[in-house]
Nanobody, 123 residues
Framework: QVQLVESGGGLVQAGGSLRLSCAAS????????MGWFRQVPGKEREFVGV????????FYADSVKGRFTISRDNAKNTVYLQMNSLKPEDTAVYYC????????????????WGQGTQVTVSS
């Protein structure tokens, strides 16, 4: 089993940057592809991006492509989401999640979830 804890959220002005971290407990972290999702009240959880087990492959939603970057450090059991050129529409609670299947982009396909961290982008 994997337990996930996100951190790094906060308030930032449009055009700014934030880096989110997701720390995992347990030895199984390096056997999971790791995704990031976000959610605003009243809407479904939205796929942001995913990184493969080795970190060599990444895939992003069109809405964040070119602005967000996912990386991971398996030695530290941590996955990161670097967010640049932030826009007010990026405001959401951001979640990291684990799955076994790099191509998975829907929330129901993920097995483990963190509690989320709030990102607010002011205009």
């Amino acid at each position: 089993q994997v337990q996930l804890v996100e951190s790094g959220g906060g308030l930032v002005q449009a055009g700014g940057s934030l880096r989110l971290s997701c720390a995992a407990s347990g030895r199984a972290f390096s056997t999971y592809d790791m995704g990031w999702f976000r959610q605003v009240p009243g809407k479904e959880r939205e796929f942001v991006g995913v990184i493969s087990i080795s970190g060599s492959l990444t895939f992003y939603a069109d809405s964040v492509k070119g602005r967000f970057t996912i990386s991971r450090d398996n030695a530290k059991n941590t996955v990161y989401l670097q967010m640049n050129s932030l826009k007010p529409e990026d405001t959401a609670v951001y979640y990291c999640a684990g799955t076994r299947g790099y191509s998975r982009i829907t929330a129901r396909e993920y097995d483990y979830w963190g509690q989320g961290t709030q990102v607010t982008v002011s205009s």
